[in-house]
């Protein structure tokens, strides 16, 4: 949020520099893609939204398994079942 808050504030400015507000969005794109495809950075912000769950009282995993939509059963049965993979939470946003 703070990245897009950076934006945010300089496009609302009284003057605009229309060069230095396309600069600005392009570095921000730039920054949020390596964020996006950092799989260490995902790692820590699910990590601290963890720890802040914890102390607001909010179990993920109760959570996840409430508001997320279930598995459609497969058309076949499955001969293997030892081959199915069951999605937690952890695996669902990695």
Same mark, same amino acid.
């Given at each position: 949020m703070a990245t897009t808050n950076a934006l945010t504030c300089e496009f609302q400015k009284k003057k605009l520099d229309l060069a230095t507000?396309? @600069?600005t969005l392009e570095k921000t794109i730039q920054l949020l893609d390596l964020e996006r495809n950092d799989d260490d &950075?995902?790692?820590r912000i699910l990590s601290v939204s963890e720890n802040f769950a914890k102390k607001i009282d909010i179990d993920?995993? @109760?959570e996840f398994s409430i508001k997320r939509?279930?598995?459609r059963p497969p058309?076949?049965?499955?001969? &293997?079942?030892q081959t199915t993979h069951v999605f937690s939470r952890y695996f669902f946003f990695t």
């Open positions: 507000a396309a @600069e &950075n995902l790692r993920l995993d @109760e939509r279930g598995r058309r076949r049965i499955d001969e &293997n079942p």
